[in-house]
């Protein structure tokens, strides 16, 4: 399900290495090109995590002004990526704990009958959406953050552990808690439907 | 033969692909009888396709998002250098003439040699701009290469006096001011200097990875800098070796709009020569 990314070319990483060190200087021009290059990963990670787009572009705001403050740090240790998708999963899942409502899962509107006749219907699919992004961020910490990678990131598990610096089976290990306690919340949702991807 | 438990643990990696073939093989084997498996198998695709039907944004413009952006990106100190191109005349003449004044007051006090930690270092740097911006294009070069022999000298000192963070700062001001010369280097009005001054730059960088090697505490992002340094001074070097003119004097500085066929000597045979003959026949 997740899909690997594309592995830049060297004088692409060059290229990034000198626009992230610029940027790190100050070099705002250079710090666009990086913001041109990587907006569409940031955005979408934070749109499929809230489904807004104005929320989204809120976020992705936060995402590239902390990398900007952050990137005097950055050591070029793991690929520039790896440490985005880090940061957009945090700030997506500190954004979506913040909107997550008080009432509990089971109290969520529960969707229509008439959904296994018609399971492209698009209220539901926004509801059954919805739900999920509301139980990814009623999960304990290291669930959500490797499950949110996943979810909103697209990422696979190899590029799992890297952005996270831990082991494939830790990764492995996560997803599974993470996605049976999703099972667990998300109740009815995933029960009894007959799912048609592995 | 598989247990049950394992079984189920594996349910979550086998519905996203990550288990090798005999794993899946073993798991096929027991989901043929096990049909609460074979359940909650279907509940875990299930929720795997909630997972990635979650849609991506629909289109839109980087254009408005920078700007909203750039307003709120705070200031470093190297971009609080003023940048005086794009000035209209009375602007720019009246913040020559400002700086002009600060810069000499703040002479007085503050040495060409000041390094980073030294609080008049802003001055220097602003001085270092003015003096460019006043220096004719064919002088340029001259001077951007001196100010990134400097950037040099005060990392080198930073890094001695075990203030990396400084030392780096210095390191990423001397990659802008060689980025900015790039294409100057390319064609450099006084080959001969600006290849020597390339040198001196490169003897600069051995001196500031050398100190921060000697360190107990060597920092890894000097030394990634310095690194990134030599390979733009190799590929500058390289560029330089290609483009640059070879130096004719004589008849051959002024060639023939149509050279003259030169004659060809006849080969001699040799004895590949004469065993391609044999293949031949």
């Given at each position: 399900m997740a899909r690997a990314q594309d592995a830049?070319?060297?004088?692409?990483?060059?290229?990034?290495?000198?626009?992230?060190?610029?940027?790190?200087?100050?070099?705002?021009?250079?710090?666009?090109?990086?913001?041109?290059?990587?907006?569409?990963l940031?955005?979408n990670v934070?749109?499929r995590a809230?489904?807004?787009?104005?929320?989204?572009?809120?976020?992705?705001?936060?995402?590239?002004?902390?990398?900007?403050?952050?990137?005097?740090?950055?050591?070029?240790?793991?690929?520039?990526k790896h440490?985005?998708h880090r940061?957009a999963a945090?700030?997506v899942t500190?954004?979506?704990?913040?909107?997550?409502?008080?009432?509990?899962?089971?109290?969520?509107?529960?969707?229509?009958?008439?959904?296994?006749?018609?399971p492209?219907?698009?209220?539901?699919?926004?509801?059954l959406q919805?739900a999920v992004r509301?139980a990814i961020a009623?999960l304990p910490s290291h669930y959500r953050d490797t499950i949110a990678l996943q979810a909103f990131g697209e990422l696979s598990y190899e590029e799992i552990a890297k952005t996270l610096d831990i082991p494939l089976g830790t990764v492995m290990s996560r997803l599974s808690g993470a996605k049976r306690l999703l099972r667990e919340r998300l109740?009815?949702l995933v029960h009894g439907e007959e799912a048609n991807t592995a | 033969?598989l247990s049950h438990a394992t079984a189920r643990d594996w349910l979550i990696p086998y519905a996203d692909g990550m288990l090798a073939a005999d794993e899946r093989r073993r798991i096929d084997g027991h989901l043929g009888?096990c049909?609460a498996c074979g359940a909650e198998l279907r509940e875990v695709r299930e929720l795997n396709l909630l997972l990635v039907t979650l849609p991506p944004?629909?289109?839109?413009?980087?254009?408005?998002?920078?700007?909203?952006?750039?307003?709120?990106?705070?200031?470093?100190?190297?971009?609080?250098?003023?940048?005086?191109?794009?000035?209209?005349?009375?602007?720019?003449?009246?913040?020559?003439?400002?700086?002009?004044?600060?810069?000499?007051?703040?002479?007085?006090?503050?040495?060409?040699?000041?390094?980073?930690?030294?609080?008049?270092?802003?001055?220097?740097?602003?001085?270092?701009?003015?003096?460019?911006?006043?220096?004719?294009?064919?002088?340029?070069?001259?001077?951007?290469?001196?100010?990134?022999?400097?950037?040099?000298?005060?990392?080198?000192?930073?890094?001695?006096?075990?203030?990396?963070?400084?030392?780096?700062?210095?390191?990423?001001?001397?990659?802008?001011?060689?980025?900015?010369?790039?294409?100057?280097?390319?064609?450099?009005?006084?080959?001969?200097?600006?290849?020597?001054?390339?040198?001196?730059?490169?003897?600069?960088?051995?001196?500031?990875?050398?100190?921060?090697?000697?360190?107990?505490?060597?920092?890894?992002?000097?030394?990634?800098?310095?690194?990134?340094?030599?390979?733009?001074?190799?590929?500058?070097?390289?560029?330089?070796?290609?483009?640059?003119?070879?130096?004719?004097?004589?008849?051959?500085?002024?060639?023939?709009?149509?050279?003259?066929?030169?004659?060809?000597?006849?080969?001699?045979?040799?004895?590949?020569?004469?065993?391609?003959?044999?293949?031949?026949?």
């Amino acid at each position: 399900m997740a899909r690997a990314q594309d592995a830049p070319s060297i004088e692409g990483d060059a290229e990034e290495r000198r626009l992230i060190d610029r940027s790190a200087a100050g070099d705002q021009e250079a710090f666009r090109q990086l913001v041109i290059r990587h907006h569409r990963l940031v955005i979408n990670v934070a749109f499929r995590a809230l489904g807004e787009l104005s929320l989204a572009e809120d976020v992705a705001q936060e995402v590239f002004l902390k990398v900007y403050k952050a990137l005097p740090g950055y050591r070029h240790e793991k690929p520039f990526k790896h440490w985005l998708h880090r940061v957009a999963a945090n700030a997506v899942t500190d954004a979506l704990r913040r909107r997550r409502p008080i009432v509990s899962l089971d109290g969520m509107e529960q969707p229509p009958a008439s959904r296994e006749s018609d399971p492209l219907d698009v209220a539901t699919r926004h509801d059954l959406q919805k739900a999920v992004r509301q139980a990814i961020a009623s999960l304990p910490s290291h669930y959500r953050d490797t499950i949110a990678l996943q979810a909103f990131g697209e990422l696979s598990y190899e590029e799992i552990a890297k952005t996270l610096d831990i082991p494939l089976g830790t990764v492995m290990s996560r997803l599974s808690g993470a996605k049976r306690l999703l099972r667990e919340r998300l109740g009815d949702l995933v029960h009894g439907e007959e799912a048609n991807t592995a | 033969m598989l247990s049950h438990a394992t079984a189920r643990d594996w349910l979550i990696p086998y519905a996203d692909g990550m288990l090798a073939a005999d794993e899946r093989r073993r798991i096929d084997g027991h989901l043929g009888g096990c049909a609460a498996c074979g359940a909650e198998l279907r509940e875990v695709r299930e929720l795997n396709l909630l997972l990635v039907t979650l849609p991506p944004a629909p289109p839109t413009s980087v254009a408005p998002f920078w700007l909203k952006l750039q307003a709120v990106l705070p200031q470093r100190r190297a971009l609080r250098i003023p940048n005086f191109v794009g000035y209209r005349r009375a602007g720019l003449a009246f913040a020559l003439a400002s700086i002009a004044v600060i810069a000499a007051a703040a002479t007085a006090f503050a040495a060409p040699s000041a390094l980073p930690d030294n609080p008049l270092y802003p001055v220097k740097l602003i001085e270092e701009n003015v003096q460019l911006a006043l220096t004719p294009a064919n002088d340029r070069l001259t001077v951007q290469l001196q100010q990134a022999g400097e950037r040099l000298r005060e990392a080198q000192a930073m890094a001695t006096d075990h203030k990396p963070r400084l030392a780096e700062s210095s390191l990423r001001a001397y990659t802008i001011i060689v980025d900015a010369a790039a294409v100057s280097l390319k064609r450099p009005a006084t080959p001969q200097v600006t290849k020597d001054a390339l040198h001196a730059l490169r003897a600069k960088l051995d001196a500031v990875e050398r100190v921060n090697a000697n360190r107990d505490d060597d920092v890894a992002g000097i030394k990634q800098l310095v690194a990134a340094a030599v390979d733009e001074l190799d590929r500058l070097e390289q560029q330089e070796s290609v483009t640059a003119p070879a130096l004719t004097v004589g008849e051959q500085a002024t060639p023939d709009p149509t050279p003259k066929a030169t004659p060809k000597p006849t080969p001699r045979p040799t004895d590949d020569g004469d065993r391609r003959e044999r293949e031949r026949d």
